[in-house]
């Protein structure tokens, strides 16, 4: 409905500028009346077809003038509009004594105060956060944050899609809030709009989660409306929102957690605290282990932990299937994680009763004669 009546408006101008250049063409340039329609009919269609380029690329503009708006904080709007203030004020009283050399003096005059405006509204907004602290209630918001559960934790899009953060979250290990910027959850929905099955699954499972956690009255998430419009990639935008409101990450890409712990940020890692509350066992210990496949050597047998390491029996390669009580051997440590290496515990009857002897001939003796 909206774009026919643009349509119609746009096209009705274009006949209103179509008919006043008929009517000047032929009275100023007394043209035929065939070439006065040809003229008007000319102009017409030219004022419809660059009237609508233009319509069509302010709206474009605009789209991505209020897309940008809602990507960035209050925070940074703010300082954005204070450090264009500093900036214009500083521009005018540097100005004014350039204003009074003739020549070049308006030229100067008119760059200064450009670039003033510009270097105020830049330091405004990739300083806007360092700026919102030094307010008296963002102070007082800092102190009740701090009494209320310590600082915050920006959640990845590794760390949704991988799942473990609910449980965690659950736990009660994490202190204070858990932070998901708006763009990770652009990413999740482009990665749930994926054309690959892998990705698309991968991506709806981490925005289900994201919902899930968002929705459970134990779990303190909050989606924070921010953006980092210097910054393409979501890794580095990640990376300097933790440096401006001083937080920590949880992450389990790698490349993010070396990059982050070189910025000094504080990086908690999934897959470090899963390794870390794996159960420790020595050699010399005992277990129960499930036999599930067959080992990469003749004879061993193959079985997992809860927490998903790794238990080679030795000899229990036709033990498919059954629970066997083991005896650790030896624990290695390898990059894809830690190897246990076990043998059966062979059951010995030593009793008296299993013991068989054989026929000899005994003869009563009578001790008494």
């Not at 900036?87 to 008119?110: A, D, H």
């Amino acid at each position: 409905m909206y774009k026919k009546f643009m349509f119609s408006s746009l096209l009705l101008f274009a006949l209103i500028v179509g008919l006043w250049v008929s009517y000047f063409a032929g009275l100023y340039l007394h043209l035929a009346v065939v070439w006065r329609i040809v003229a008007g009919l000319a102009a017409t269609l030219i004022f419809y077809m660059v009237f609508r380029v233009m319509f069509s690329a302010a709206r474009r503009g605009i789209r991505k003038f209020n897309r940008l708006l809602d990507n960035t904080s209050l925070e940074i709007i703010i300082g954005g509009l204070l450090g264009l203030t500093v900036g214009v004020l500083l521009g005018l009283i540097t100005c004014y004594p350039l204003s009074f050399i003739r020549g070049l003096g308006g030229y100067l005059t008119l760059t200064i105060f450009m670039l003033c405006g510009y270097l105020g509204l830049r330091i405004g907004t990739r300083r806007a956060f360092e700026l919102w602290q030094l307010l008296p209630i963002s102070h007082e918001k800092l102190e009740s944050h701090k009494k209320n559960g310590g600082t915050c934790k920006v959640v990845d899009t590794s760390a949704i899609i991988d799942g473990r953060i609910y449980d965690v979250a659950l736990s009660r290990f994490l202190e204070g809030n858990l932070l998901v910027p708006l763009f990770v959850v652009e990413e999740l929905q482009h990665i749930a709009d994926s054309s690959d099955n892998l990705r698309r699954a991968k991506g709806r499972r981490g925005l289900e989660l994201l919902s899930k956690m968002n929705q459970h009255s134990d779990i303190k998430i909050d989606i924070i409306e921010t953006d980092i419009p210097e910054e393409k990639e979501v890794d580095m935008k990640l990376i300097r929102l933790c440096k401006q409101i001083n937080a920590s990450i949880i992450t389990n890409d790698y490349n993010l957690n070396k990059v982050a712990e070189l910025q000094g940020i504080t990086v908690l890692n999934i897959n470090e605290l899963t390794n870390a509350v794996k159960v420790v066992v020595y050699p010399g210990e005992t277990m129960s282990i499930s036999v599930l496949k067959a080992g990469r050597e003749p004879g061993q047998g193959v079985g997992y932990l809860e927490d998903g390491t790794m238990v080679v029996v030795e000899d229990a390669q036709h033990e498919l299937g059954n629970n066997l009580e083991v005896l650790v051997t030896s624990v290695f440590q390898t990059a894809a994680g830690r190897m246990i290496f076990t043998r059966k515990i062979k059951e010995e009857e030593t009793s008296l009763d299993s013991i068989t002897l054989p026929n000899v001939k005994t003869q009563e003796v009578n001790l008494y004669g």
